[in-house]
């Protein structure tokens, strides 16, 4: 599987808690491919998408995308943010939309990271 290492404080806190604890020696990865039902893996662990409290916005089961984890602030949110006001930068889209009012990346994305680059991203792609 192709994956990307994730810090084990994020799959701690995105785990449902009907699931087995997560061992703090354990080192997770996320599961990269959209069309696979897993989540998060390690060597000795498999968590399943459905076995997390929040959908990944790229795996094709995702029932909401969200392009801001802490404050729930979904792609479609973004795009029309963009689109609707000319957004051109990561400041003016903090004016019209709430993202990154929260800072809790390491807990609330499933990378465990800002969401900042995808936003950017998502700025780009969609802007006049």
Request: charged share 30%; glycine share 2%; hydrophobic share 30%.
């Amino acid at each position: 599987m192709l994956g990307k290492a994730v810090p084990n404080e994020t799959v701690a806190n995105l785990v449902k808690m009907n699931k087995s604890p997560i061992n703090e020696c354990k080192d997770y990865t996320i599961c990269l491919n959209s069309k696979c039902k897993v989540a998060y893996f390690s060597e000795e662990d498999m968590l399943l998408t459905k076995d997390i409290k929040v959908p990944i916005w790229y795996k094709d089961d995702a029932t909401e995308k969200y392009a801001c984890y802490c404050n729930r602030v979904t792609i479609d949110e973004v795009k029309n943010a963009t689109i609707e006001n000319n957004v051109k930068n990561l400041k003016e889209l903090m004016n019209y939309t709430n993202v990154m009012k929260n800072g809790q990346c390491k807990k609330n994305h499933p990378f465990g990271k800002c969401c900042s680059t995808e936003l950017n991203k998502l700025i780009e792609k969609y802007k006049n």
